[in-house]
Protein backbone atom coordinates (compact mmCIF):
# COMPACT_ATOMS: atom_id res chain seq x y z
CA UNK A 1 0.00 0.00 0.00
CA UNK A 2 1.00 3.34 -0.66
CA UNK A 3 -0.29 6.13 1.59
CA UNK A 4 -1.00 9.50 -0.14
CA UNK A 5 -1.74 12.88 1.75
CA UNK A 6 -1.96 16.05 -0.05
CA UNK A 7 -1.55 19.43 1.38
CA UNK A 8 -1.25 23.21 0.71
CA UNK A 9 -4.54 23.98 -0.09
CA UNK A 10 -6.54 27.41 0.67
CA UNK A 11 -8.92 30.44 0.27
CA UNK A 12 -7.08 32.69 -2.77
CA UNK A 13 -7.72 35.72 -4.95
CA UNK A 14 -8.11 35.19 -8.93
CA UNK A 15 -4.46 35.64 -10.68
CA UNK A 16 -2.51 34.25 -7.13
CA UNK A 17 -0.66 31.31 -6.81
CA UNK A 18 -0.83 28.07 -4.61
CA UNK A 19 1.88 25.00 -4.14
CA UNK A 20 0.14 21.89 -3.21
CA UNK A 21 2.13 18.93 -2.04
CA UNK A 22 1.68 14.97 -1.42
CA UNK A 23 3.40 13.15 0.29
CA UNK A 24 3.89 9.53 -0.02
CA UNK A 25 4.46 6.97 3.04
CA UNK A 26 4.53 2.59 3.16
CA UNK A 27 5.41 1.02 0.34
CA UNK A 28 7.77 2.02 -1.63
CA UNK A 29 7.39 4.99 -3.79
CA UNK A 30 10.25 3.79 -6.28
CA UNK A 31 8.93 3.59 -9.98
CA UNK A 32 5.23 5.27 -9.63
CA UNK A 33 4.26 7.79 -11.74
CA UNK A 34 2.17 10.28 -9.81
CA UNK A 35 -1.11 12.59 -11.00
CA UNK A 36 -2.93 15.63 -9.39
CA UNK A 37 -7.09 15.48 -10.46
CA UNK A 38 -9.76 17.57 -9.40
CA UNK A 39 -13.30 17.61 -8.60
CA UNK A 40 -15.81 20.67 -8.71
CA UNK A 41 -18.56 20.62 -6.71
CA UNK A 42 -21.67 18.77 -9.21
CA UNK A 43 -18.80 17.55 -11.47
CA UNK A 44 -16.79 14.86 -12.17
CA UNK A 45 -13.59 14.08 -11.24
CA UNK A 46 -11.04 15.70 -13.97
CA UNK A 47 -7.23 14.92 -15.37
CA UNK A 48 -4.89 18.10 -14.10
CA UNK A 49 -0.82 16.67 -15.05
CA UNK A 50 0.57 13.89 -14.24
CA UNK A 51 4.62 13.06 -13.90
CA UNK A 52 6.83 9.81 -14.51
CA UNK A 53 8.76 8.83 -11.97
CA UNK A 54 12.12 9.86 -13.35
CA UNK A 55 10.27 13.60 -13.70
CA UNK A 56 11.51 13.66 -17.37
CA UNK A 57 8.09 13.14 -18.56
CA UNK A 58 4.72 15.58 -17.65
CA UNK A 59 1.11 15.88 -18.97
CA UNK A 60 -1.07 18.44 -18.45
CA UNK A 61 -5.20 19.69 -19.03
CA UNK A 62 -5.53 21.62 -21.74
CA UNK A 63 -6.93 23.87 -19.35
CA UNK A 64 -3.88 24.53 -16.46
CA UNK A 65 -1.48 24.61 -19.59
CA UNK A 66 0.87 27.19 -18.70
CA UNK A 67 -0.40 27.76 -15.26
CA UNK A 68 0.30 25.32 -13.40
CA UNK A 69 3.74 22.97 -13.19
CA UNK A 70 3.89 19.35 -11.38
CA UNK A 71 7.32 18.16 -10.36
CA UNK A 72 8.38 16.09 -7.82
CA UNK A 73 11.28 15.01 -5.02
CA UNK A 74 11.98 11.24 -5.16
CA UNK A 75 14.27 11.86 -2.23
CA UNK A 76 11.41 12.92 -0.42
CA UNK A 77 8.58 11.16 -1.31
CA UNK A 78 6.93 14.38 -2.30
CA UNK A 79 4.96 15.76 -5.79
CA UNK A 80 4.12 19.12 -6.07
CA UNK A 81 1.44 21.13 -8.43
CA UNK A 82 2.38 24.71 -8.51
CA UNK A 83 -0.51 26.60 -9.69
CA UNK A 84 -0.36 30.21 -10.72
CA UNK A 85 -2.85 32.70 -12.26
CA UNK A 86 -5.18 30.96 -10.59
CA UNK A 87 -8.68 31.38 -11.83
CA UNK A 88 -12.54 31.00 -10.30
CA UNK A 89 -12.90 27.61 -12.55
CA UNK A 90 -9.79 26.17 -10.40
CA UNK A 91 -11.74 25.76 -7.34
CA UNK A 92 -11.77 21.99 -6.38
CA UNK A 93 -10.77 19.58 -4.18
CA UNK A 94 -7.56 18.20 -5.83
CA UNK A 95 -6.36 14.81 -5.43
CA UNK A 96 -3.19 13.04 -6.15
CA UNK A 97 -2.67 9.29 -7.29
CA UNK A 98 -0.31 6.70 -7.58
CA UNK A 99 0.03 4.39 -10.94
CA UNK A 100 2.47 1.99 -12.10
CA UNK A 101 4.14 2.30 -15.41
CA UNK A 102 4.15 6.23 -17.45
CA UNK A 103 2.41 9.58 -16.38
CA UNK A 104 -1.46 8.75 -17.11
CA UNK A 105 -4.62 10.79 -17.55
CA UNK A 106 -7.20 8.12 -16.74
CA UNK A 107 -8.44 7.89 -13.57
CA UNK A 108 -9.08 4.20 -13.32
CA UNK A 109 -5.58 3.73 -14.39
CA UNK A 110 -4.25 4.85 -10.87
CA UNK A 111 -3.33 2.56 -7.47
CA UNK A 112 -3.70 5.05 -4.84
CA UNK A 113 -5.73 8.03 -4.04
CA UNK A 114 -5.05 10.86 -1.43
CA UNK A 115 -8.20 12.47 -0.05
CA UNK A 116 -7.93 15.53 -0.85
CA UNK A 117 -7.01 19.33 -0.54
CA UNK A 118 -9.55 22.01 -1.17
CA UNK A 119 -8.54 24.78 -3.24
CA UNK A 120 -11.09 27.58 -3.58
CA UNK A 121 -10.56 31.03 -5.62
CA UNK A 122 -12.66 34.00 -5.47
CA UNK A 123 -12.95 36.18 -8.18
Known amino acids: QVQLVESGGGLVQAGDSLRLSCAAS????????MGWFRQAPGKGREFVAA????????RYADSVKGRFTVSRDNAKNTVYLQMNNLKSEDTAVYYC????????????????WGQGTQVTVSS
Open 97 to 112: AAATGGPKVILALYDY
Open 26 to 33: GRTFTGYA
Open 51 to 58: ISWSGSST
